[in-house]
């Protein structure tokens, strides 16, 4: 049964940090996009950041490049998003998202993620200014 479980939102102030993990069972992530989606209030789901594990390619949404970093962690099949500086405008439900096409990152990034095959549930960030 493949699952992805995300974890580790929270409610921080602005300029402060936080860390995500999403967790993979029943596949592992190597070769796979991995990903995270956000959704703010009123808008519509959008690609933050996403990596091939395994591989060197990264796409990073808009405004997130310096800031967002993610890394992965095979032994424990986790991929961790560290957020730093982070800005109200941040705030959102954070979705964790895995696809084994991991030569099509963009394709799957650059947008709302529909075409991602693995969904986790949502994780609430809340940046305060």
């Known amino acids: 049964d493949v699952q992805l479980q995300a974890s580790g939102g929270g409610l921080v102030q602005a300029g402060g940090s936080l860390r995500l993990s999403c967790t993979a069972s029943?596949?592992?992530?190597?070769?796979?996009?991995v990903g995270w989606f956000r959704r703010a209030p009123g808008t519509e789901r959008q690609g933050v950041i996403c990596?091939?594990?395994?591989?060197?390619?990264?796409y990073y949404g808009e405004s997130v490049k310096g800031r967002f970093t993610l890394s992965s962690d095979s032994s424990k099949n986790t991929v961790y998003l560290q957020m730093d500086n982070l800005k109200p405008e941040d705030s959102g439900v954070y979705f964790c998202a895995a696809d084994p096409q991991g030569h099509y990152i963009f394709h799957h990034c650059a947008g709302n993620g529909d075409s991602m095959d693995y969904w986790g549930k949502g994780t609430l960030v809340t940046v305060s200014s």
């Open positions: 990596i091939t594990v395994g591989d060197s390619m990264t």
């Open positions: 029943g596949f592992t992530f190597d070769g796979h996009i």
